[in-house]
């Protein structure tokens, strides 16, 4: 190897051994800074304003509990800069209980906040569940949505198992303990056991509908037997208000709330402000220290000697 690429890489080792310096420097300062923040929020100082804009909330595949989620949309909920909501949906449904949260969370919201939905490829199950808060729904006409029922799955593993030789001992403390379970089918009473929790669930999901959609409950009925509809066939049957998505959604805002079309759209964060400082800070002499090292491993390669 020459002398000039001794040199080159010495530089490279040098002006990377200061970039690691400097990225610690960032941190700190970057700590320092969200320490001195965080401590005027405390004491009755105020963050940094955000102005006056539509916040969104993308809800995209399994729904379940989110405690920071909920905190994030009552916290929007009390912002004074956000005018509006919207909620973006693309997701085939998840758990009751989820479903349930967010769409509380979302009810409470649009109490105090102006609330639309769009929905995109899918929004089914709990997917339509946390739309029906808000005041006006779209779709486009290919979503798939609706599947407004529940489901309860088990595996009946017991005909293998014996095939297998193996026979699983179960000692439940009452009879329907072990109802359902992978290792044997499940009992008439257990079934009767199991499909009462479902019809109440079911019931539950039909009257937030009705509700929401100021739809009459056999109404609801006819169509909570799982299937799921078009976006065009469900502006039909009424569970969907118009077709469209964002920017319809930002023209009915600004005609029938007064939400200028024009503010700008922010996600809505359910990370708090120190973690999202501390995360660009480190995400930043990442970036950084993978250039360097791309940079000192394309020189290498560069200044490779050919064997002689």
Do not use: C
């Not at 923040?37 to 909330?57: I, T």
């Not at 489901?151 to 109802?179: C, H, M, N, W, Y």
């Not at 079934?191 to 109440?200: E, F, G, N, S, Y």
Request: hydrophobic share 50%.
């Amino acid at each position: 190897m020459s002398l000039d690429a001794d040199l080159l890489l010495d530089r490279r080792r040098l002006k990377r051994r200061l970039s690691l310096w400097r990225a610690l420097a960032v941190i700190v300062a970057g700590v320092l800074l969200v320490s001195f923040l965080a401590f005027r929020q405390e004491v009755g100082g105020v963050l940094p304003v955000v102005g006056a804009h539509v916040a969104r909330l993308p809800v995209q595949g399994f729904i379940g509990e989110d405690r920071k989620l909920m905190q994030a949309l009552d916290r929007a909920g009390r912002d004074s800069s956000v005018r509006a909501v919207i909620v973006a949906i693309d997701s085939p449904g998840g758990s009751v209980a989820g479903g349930e949260a967010l769409h509380a969370a979302l009810t409470r919201l649009a109490q105090r906040k102006p609330v639309v939905a769009t929905m995109g490829g899918t929004a089914a199950s709990a997917g339509y569940m946390v739309a029906l808060p808000a005041a006006r729904i779209f779709a486009r006409e290919a979503t798939v949505t609706g599947s407004i029922g529940v489901i309860l799955q088990s595996l009946d593993a017991s005909a293998l198992l014996a095939t297998l030789g193996v026979r699983v001992e179960s000692l439940p403390s009452g009879a329907f303990k072990d109802q359902p379970s992978p290792f044997r089918p499940l009992t008439d009473e257990g079934r009767a056991q199991l499909m009462r929790v479902v019809r109440d669930l079911h019931e539950q999901f039909m009257a937030m509908v009705a509700a929401d959609r100021d739809m009459p409950a056999e109404r609801v009925r006819e169509l909570a037997d799982g299937r799921v509809f078009t976006g065009r066939e469900a502006v039909r049957l009424g569970l969907v208000d118009a077709i469209g998505g964002e920017q319809e959604a930002r023209a009915w805002l600004a005609e029938n709330r007064s939400v200028p079309a024009d503010l700008p759209v922010r996600d809505i964060e359910t990370r708090s402000f120190t973690e999202r400082q501390l995360g660009a800070a480190f995400q930043g002499v990442l970036n950084a220290l993978v250039a360097e090292w791309l940079v000192v491993d394309r020189v290498r390669a560069v200044w490779q000697p050919s064997p002689r």
